[in-house]
């Protein structure tokens, strides 16, 4: 079946260091979603990217869809605390009602500061 | 308010009860999910509902019982714990363009 896998799983930096996860789908995605989940929280949606290509920016996070829509990226630039969490990529399988969204296994940011 | 609301947040259980996890959400979305979340943060998706009707089931043992009552409550019964089954349970629901609307969990703990 489809799968969406995540890299790395874990990363450390000192706060002011960029980070980057990257995401990869056996198939083609129709799009690609991104999740933060802080430590004890709950998945929360940040951007979906839709376009062959497509970049995105919100503030510090770049976010690129590859132009092939297999692989994903999300960059922060000069990482700060509050940037602490699991950082989870989700493409879909199917259309139509039977919407299943799959998500990659995270990567887990700790920041130093 | 809160537009996805679990309850309860934390659930302290023996083997082989039964118990269950209520799901509201307040956005109008006509879908809803449940996602299992084990200690290594996978997110797995187990059932959706799309207004009332099961439209995913994924192979979850059928000690697992989702009910939708309406297309704004997903609750999820489970039978006969086991240690396994210990894990954060989201509820989840669609938005318009295919985003997901956590709630703040579940979290489950089989002794």
């Known amino acids: 079946g489809q799968q969406v896998m995540q890299i790395p799983q874990y990363q450390h930096v000192q706060e002011g260091e960029d980070f980057t996860t990257y995401c990869n789908s056996s198939?083609?995605?129709?799009?690609i979603q991104w999740y933060k989940q802080r430590p004890g929280g709950h998945p929360v949606f940040l951007i979906q990217l839709v376009k062959s290509g497509e970049v995105k920016k919100q503030k510090r996070l770049t976010f690129q869809f590859g132009e092939a829509k297999k692989n994903s990226s999300l960059h922060i630039t000069a990482t700060q605390t509050t940037d602490v969490g699991t950082y989870f990529c989700?493409?879909?399988?199917?259309?139509?009602?039977?919407?299943?969204?799959?998500f990659g296994k995270g990567t887990l940011l700790t920041v130093n500061p | 308010d809160t537009a996805v609301s679990q309850t309860p947040k934390y659930l302290v259980t023996q083997m082989g009860n039964d118990k269950s996890i209520k799901c509201e959400q307040n956005?109008?979305?006509?879908?809803m999910y449940w996602y299992k979340q084990d200690s290594k943060k996978f997110l797995k998706i187990m059932f959706s509902y799309n207004n009332k009707e099961l439209i995913i089931n994924e192979t979850v043992p059928n000690r697992f019982s989702p009910k939708s009552p309406d297309k704004a409550h997903l609750n999820l019964h489970i039978n006969s714990l086991e240690l396994g089954d210990s894990a954060v349970y989201f509820c989840a629901s669609r938005g318009p363009t295919g985003e997901l609307f956590f709630g703040e969990g579940s979290r489950l703990t089989v002794l």
């Open positions: 989700a493409g879909p399988i199917s259309g139509g009602s039977n919407y299943k969204l799959t």
């Open positions: 956005l109008g979305h006509d879908t």
């Open positions: 198939t083609t995605l129709s799009n």
